[in-house]
């Protein structure tokens, strides 16, 4: 079974670059995937960010973009500020069905 | 403006079920599917599968089959969730969550279901 693959943990200094990851333990992600990346913060639902690898969805900040990057999807977030501390969670459609990544827990410090 | 709205916490003693409402507005009902989508305590978003509002056809993902029912009102706009022979690992923060052609783009706040004696 294939497994939706992205980094437990990573830090960010405020002010910085930060490019979270969202693989395929067997094959590529492409647009054909329709990768979308939702932020949750503890106690909170998830907000969606990014949809269709690049799209994002109203009220969200252009420090957030999305693209294909090798044989992954990324989410990029640029001058990351505190209130950026979150878990990231992506999906993939696979045909099936919809499948989350672990999500990556994102540290701002 | 789009709003899915749970119903509340909910505790249960094993072996009981539970139903999990997810009452949506501002839009037309059977024109989105619903998706449902369970996180367990301090674990990772999981999805459970959706119903399609249109037929009322629901999909089970791998996992949630048997005992996880999706079940539709559409005179009331509403999705539900039914579990039933709760178990202990049923413990969860449940969300319904509406797609708009393969990305989820409303969720409801969720609903936290405790499975305990």
């Known amino acids: 079974q294939t497994v939706v693959t992205q980094e437990p943990s990573f830090s960010v200094s405020p002010g910085g670059t930060v490019t979270l990851t969202c693989g395929l333990t067997?094959?590529?992600?492409?647009?054909?995937?329709?990768p979308s990346w939702y932020q949750q913060t503890p106690g909170q639902a998830p907000r969606t960010l990014i949809y269709?690898?690049?799209t994002r969805s109203s009220g969200v900040p252009d420090r957030f973009s999305g693209s294909i990057l090798g044989n992954k999807a990324a989410l990029t977030i640029t001058g990351a500020q505190a209130d950026d501390e979150s878990d990231y969670y992506c999906?993939?459609?696979?045909?099936?069905?919809?499948?989350f990544g672990g999500g990556t827990k994102l540290t701002v410090l | 403006q789009v709003q899915l709205v749970q119903s509340g916490s909910d505790l249960k003693k094993p072996g009981a079920s539970v139903k999990v409402s997810c009452k949506a507005s501002?839009?037309?009902?059977?024109?989105?599917?619903m998706h449902w989508v369970r996180q367990a305590p301090g674990q990772g978003l999981e999805w459970m599968g959706w119903?399609?509002?249109?037929?009322?056809?629901?999909t089970y993902a791998q996992g949630f089959t048997g005992r996880f029912v999706f079940s539709l009102d559409t005179s009331v706009s509403t999705a539900y969730l039914q579990i039933s022979s709760l178990k202990a690992e049923d413990t969860a923060v449940y969300y319904c969550?509406?797609?708009?052609?393969?990305?989820?783009?409303?969720w409801g706040r969720g609903t936290l279901v405790t499975v305990s004696s």
């Open positions: 969550a509406r797609e708009s052609v393969w990305y989820f783009d409303f």
């Open positions: 501002g839009y037309t009902f059977t024109n989105y599917a």
């Open positions: 119903i399609n509002t249109n037929t009322g056809n629901p």
């Open positions: 067997s094959g590529s992600v492409s647009a054909s995937y329709y």
């Open positions: 269709s690898t690049n």
């Open positions: 999906v993939l459609y696979m045909g099936s069905g919809m499948v």
